[in-house]
């Protein structure tokens, strides 16, 4: 971060994506960063990250988002992984129940290893695939709700149209952790009359965690809000 220019100052935060092997995560991060979509991906090997900008409050921040490089199919996903993470979307597959009961075990290895506050998102994934829908949009809700998390449905694939710049809530879904991240280093974004309304516009509220008496945000989206 560049202090001798207020206006040029830069932000750099890591967010992590974890859950089960193929629930998309690979896929999400490609259409996010590379707007691709490639329905027969495989396991990542090796590191993979990309890195996006985002401007907010007139500062650039940029997002390097690391993908868990298929380590979670052997249950071998490294505190390394995890270090210095500022944020983190758990992702499931909406058409597979047991991603979505794995969901706890991430959360819990994600509060072992992260060493920083994390602005957490949990994705439900894939609501393309709404005709063999496994779980359902309360569900992910209620489990968001009581831990705490954003909640979003998302599908990497647009069904009507595969070059879509915005498929369903992908976009969405890294940016609100993004500015989440921003808010938690700069809480003046908070108070800025300009980002509350956005909030307003995108139906999140501004709620009371009850315990320290600071704001939590918290964003309850579906994939196809009729």
């Known amino acids: ?6 206006e040029g100052e830069e932000y750099l935060f890591k967010i992590v994506i974890i859950g089960d092997s193929a629930v998309g995560k690979s896929n999400l991060l490609s259409r ?19 890195t ?8 650039e921040v940029k997002a390097q988002i690391w993908d868990t490089a298929g380590q979670e199919r052997f249950r071998a996903v490294t505190s390394a992984y995890y270090r210095g993470a500022f944020g983190a979307l758990l992702v499931y597959d909406i058409s597979r129940r047991t991603t979505f009961e794995s969901i706890p075990r991430w959360l819990d290895e994600l ?9 957490r998102m949990l994705v439900g994934n894939k609501c393309d695939l709404e005709n063999i829908r496994d779980v359902s949009v309360e569900e992910g809700k209620s489990l968001a709700e009581s831990e705490g998390l954003f909640f979003m449905e998302t599908s990497a694939l647009d069904s009507t149209n595969t070059s879509a710049l915005d498929s369903t809530n992908v976009i969405t879904a890294f940016e609100m952790v993004i500015r989440e991240i ?10 800025s009359d300009s980002y509350k309304a956005e909030l307003s516009v995108n139906r999140i509220s501004l709620v ?10 918290q964003g309850l989206y579906s994939c196809c809000s009729r």
């Open 208 to 217: 009371n965690d009850g315990s320290d008496g600071t704001k939590q945000t």
């Open 52 to 59: 996006q900008s985002l401007e907010i409050d007139g500062k």
């Open 182 to 191: 921003y808010n938690n280093v700069s809480r003046k974004v908070l108070n």
């Open 1 to 6: 971060m560049d202090s001798s220019d207020e």
């Open 111 to 119: 509060k072992t290893h992260s060493d920083t506050t994390v602005a």
């Open 32 to 50: 996010y960063a590379r707007n691709e979509f490639n329905p027969h991906s495989k396991a990542t090997i090796g590191v993979e990250f990309q």
